[in-house]
């Protein structure tokens, strides 16, 4: 018999009781940063839900936005935005505890009235892939590079969602730049590793934080909400280590000579 499971809701009141569930040290800055990105007013909407069993261990989670306000470079009206959902306990994973959030957030489409939900799916590392919503009734949007948009609709007369292109946003940028949002509690660690690498390794590098979700819509990157790009060139579009990032700095050195 499958184990019971809770469903509690992260509120600016206790979520320093609840967590994050991305991060358990509470005691880190990204922890820190990500509680303040969490309470900002500018993200009017936002609802992260997390699944805890019978002995308070948590099991999973899902972020959601309206889609106005989301993190990532999506056009769309009156849906909502899943920005993260995970389901890393590998027991729950049996447990259709990925569908049991999916279910939360269309319950709060429809009390809203909203056209439907949507998400970012991947086959590629820090983002989910489109099994869970495939088999709980979304459909592929469009995509680009390596990211499907997916969205179910509550209303058959409202337009599908559309991603924007992030690769019209690159010309922008010259030298080496690394572009970040506080929405995901590990980019703080990213960009003091890479600050750090690229201080030892006598690299000039520029970098920008997205403090709006209209900055995040227009970021050089499908993530969104992180990109490391060189002379307009996309080196990595999610969470990277500084250990990656002195790869990245070898492989450029080697194709420059």
């Not at 995901?184 to 590098?205: L, R, T």
């Not at 520029?206 to 060139?233: C, H, Y």
Request: glycine residues 6%; hydrophobic residues 35%.
């Amino acid at each position: 018999m499958a184990e019971r499971i809770n469903i509690i809701d992260v509120t600016t009141d206790n979520v320093h009781e609840a967590g994050i569930y991305c991060i358990k040290d509470k005691k880190s800055p990204g922890y820190h940063k990500k509680v303040e990105w969490f309470r900002n007013k500018i993200n009017k909407g936002l609802k992260i839900k997390i699944v805890i069993d019978n002995s308070g261990k948590q099991l999973g989670f899902i972020e959601w936005i309206p889609s106005e306000l989301a993190w990532r470079p999506v056009k769309a009206v009156n849906y909502l935005f899943i920005q993260c959902i995970g389901v890393f306990v590998k027991k729950a994973r049996n447990q259709n505890i990925g569908t049991a959030l999916l279910n939360e957030c269309e319950h709060e489409a429809v009390q809203a009235n909203k056209s439907g939900i949507c998400v970012m799916t991947s086959d590629g590392p820090w983002i989910a892939n489109r099994t869970l919503f495939e088999k709980n009734g979304f459909m592929i949007a469009n995509k680009l590079d390596r990211f499907e948009l997916m969205y179910k609709r509550l209303n058959n007369t409202s337009p599908a969602p559309q991603l924007k292109n992030w690769n019209m946003q690159l010309v922008k940028y010259e030298g080496w730049n690394l572009i970040y949002a506080d929405q995901c509690p590990w980019h703080e660690k990213s960009v003091k590793d890479i600050s750090q690498s690229a201080a030892e390794n006598g690299i000039k590098i520029m970098i920008t934080k997205l403090t709006t979700p209209e900055e995040a819509q227009n970021a050089p990157s499908g993530f969104g909400t992180f990109a490391l790009v060189k002379d307009g060139r996309l080196l990595a579009d999610h969470y990277i280590s500084g250990t990656r990032f002195g790869n990245i700095l070898k492989q450029e050195k080697k194709e420059s000579n």
